[in-house]
Each structure stands twice: as structure tokens, then as C-alpha cells.
């Protein structure tokens, strides 16, 4: 059994949801001896060079980075080797090759957002909330060949909100995620850790995959229950959120609408699927296979985030402005 401060440890990961996890192993005393993440890239209108978010952590704390384009470049590999890790860990980052994540002694080791073997993919956050699950959590496990597929170290539990959106869970379970990676590094620390073969941990034969998602596939499709639109647009809230076609047939062109925020009402019955109702002032409202939606927080094309009031005190609204059931006229 190591030491804390002679278990070397390398991190890799990217985004926010990482650095929470790279911020406990720190303020816990872990000897972190690089870090791996993604090349800085440009981003904004001003196309103005960006680091990733655990860059810019590792680099506030004086760990050495490394930005690989490619981890199976030698010249890569060479410099990872040197760090001498004995574990590594993965949150929020790409594939590993075989050479990398089989390169310290007491392995590799990813934390997932997801009560793996459930939602395995890029996107289990979303899915998770898209699909009414009423529970979720974050699971540690071993790299092998597949994605997701490895041996199960540890798992934690979450419940979900019926009102939660994708933001609200993702930072539950970034602090989740954080104290799991802890306990599952000094199981490995302590020699305690057992790994289990995912099949062990499935209650269900139906797997649910969490796919990448993209813009087409955050397209609200009107011609559904109500209750099935409403974890649409919070499971998609507020990245990448939920969108639709605004037609008002005084312009030539529909234009997008974003929607962060929704509830579920009664309808009125008269109304066709798709279209919507509102008062011009303090509601705006889509009607739905069975109830309706009511839109409390937008973006249009081109325009900021804003409460429906505010929309629909700038936005000339008339009887001739309907939405898209499913796709663009």
C-alpha cells in the first residue's frame, strides 16, 4: 500500500464537471503529477484562443499539462511515460488508446455520469432526465477496449427531481462524481478495490444508450403527450436546449426559438397540435397530444435568453404565429 504522497497520479479530463474532481484530489493531499487534457482551441465570435477548464485549474496550481492532438503520437507517449503514474484518471475527457490506458501498474480508472451498465455514451446526463428516470448516479469503473464497457469499481446514487433540468443534475452529480473518485482511489491506494463485470450490476435486460447529441436531435416534435415534451426540453436545458420553428407568416422565413423552461397545463380544446395560444402579455402556450406547454423561458434566433414576459412584450404577436409540429415548412 502507497502512500498518498507517493501514489502518483495523472489526471485527464476537460470541462467543468472535471474539475471538480481534480480540485479533490488536490485539496486532499493526492500527489497529482500531470495532467492530460484537450488543446487549447478558438471559440467565439472573435475567434480568441481558449483553454479547457482543467487547464486552466492545473495551470493556477502549478501542475504540469500536457494538450496532446494525438494520444497515440509518440513524442506523446514518451512524455506520458516519463510522468511515471501509477493510476490514472479519466473524467469527461476522449478515448483512451490501449497504450494509454494501459500503461501505469494499478491501471486506469473513468468516473461516468450514469449507473453504468445504464446510459452508456456521451450524453447520459440528458438522457437520464429525457427519459423520466426518477434515479440516476455516477459510477467508477476500469478502461478496456470499449467504451463504457469496463469492470465496475464503485457506484453512487442520486435521485432526480421532477422538475430538475440537465444543468441542475450535472452539478449534483459533478460533487458526486468528486467524492467517489476519493473513495475509489484509496480502495485502489489500499489494494481494497474490486472490480465487478458490468452484466453483475444490470437489473434489467433493456439498455439505454446516451449517444452524442446534435442540434437536429434536440428538434421538438409537438405531436407527442405533453409529459414526454416537458423532459425533452429540461433534460436538454440549458445546453444544448430544446428548440423549435417560430412561423409567423408575415415573414418569409421561419426562425428558431430555444426553450430552457416549461410547465405542464390544461389545454383548450379547440386548439390544433403544434399551434399555440397566449395572452399577449404573461403566457405563451403550445398545444400538445394531450395538455399543453407553457413556455417560461426562451431564446430567439439571434437574441438573448429572456422570461416569456419580456418576450412577449418585444415580440409583435399575432393570430397568424404558429409553431413547426416537427420540422421546418
Not at 471538480?20 to 465570435?45: E, H, P, Q
Not at 438522457?127 to 469492470?151: R, W
Not at 442540434?215 to 405531436?223: A, G, R, S
Amino acid at each position: 500500500m502507497k502512500n498518498r504522497e507517493d501514489l502518483r497520479i495523472v489526471f485527464m479530463g476537460t470541462p467543468e464537471f472535471a474539475v471538480s474532481s481534480l480540485d479533490a484530489l488536490y485539496n486532499n493531499g493526492y500527489n497529482i503529477v500531470g495532467v492530460i487534457t484537450t488543446a487549447d482551441k478558438k471559440a467565439g465570435r472573435g475567434k480568441k484562443l481558449q483553454i479547457s477548464a482543467v487547464k486552466k485549474y492545473a495551470q493556477e496550481k502549478q501542475i504540469k499539462v500536457l494538450t496532446p492532438l494525438n494520444l497515440k503520437d509518440p513524442g506523446f507517449l514518451i512524455e506520458l511515460q516519463a510522468l511515471k503514474a501509477d493510476l490514472q484518471i479519466v473524467v469527461a475527457f476522449r478515448m483512451l488508446p490501449k497504450q494509454v490506458w494501459d500503461m501505469p501498474l494499478m491501471g486506469t480508472f473513468n468516473l461516468h455520469a450514469s449507473l453504468l451498465p445504464q446510459y452508456r455514451g456521451a450524453a447520459p446526463i440528458n438522457y437520464a432526465i429525457i427519459n423520466g428516470e426518477k434515479q440516476t448516479g455516477v459510477t467508477t469503473f476500469l478502461l478496456d477496449q470499449k467504451i463504457d464497457t469496463g469492470k465496475i469499481i464503485k457506484q453512487e446514487r442520486c435521485d432526480i427531481s421532477s422538475t430538475e433540468t440537465a444543468g441542475g443534475l450535472h452539478d449534483k452529480l459533478m460533487l458526486l462524481g468528486a467524492q467517489l473518485v476519493i473513495e475509489t482511489v484509496e480502495l485502489i491506494r489500499q489494494d481494497k478495490a474490486i472490480a465487478v463485470d458490468q452484466e453483475g450490476f444490470s437489473d434489467t435486460i433493456q439498455l439505454k444508450t446516451a449517444s452524442k447529441i446534435y442540434k437536429d436531435d434536440c428538434l421538438i416534435n409537438w405531436n407527442q403527450d405533453a409529459k414526454i415534451i416537458y423532459n425533452f426540453i429540461r433534460g436538454l436545458s440549458p445546453y444544448p436546449a430544446a428548440w423549435t420553428y417560430l412561423n409567423n407568416k408575415s415573414q418569409k422565413e421561419a426562425i428558431t426559438m430555444k426553450i430552457y423552461a416549461a410547465s405542464i397545463v390544461e389545454s383548450i380544446n379547440n386548439i390544433e397540435i403544434g399551434n399555440i395560444y397566449s395572452d399577449g402579455k404573461n403566457y405563451l402556450r403550445v398545444k400538445t397530444m394531450d395538455h399543453s406547454i407553457d413556455i417560461l423561458e426562451l431564446q430567439l434566433q439571434g437574441k438573448k435568453r429572456m422570461p416569456v414576459a419580456d418576450f412577449l412584450r418585444g415580440f409583435q404577436y399575432n393570430t397568424n404565429l404558429t409553431y413547426s409540429t416537427s420540422s421546418k415548412p
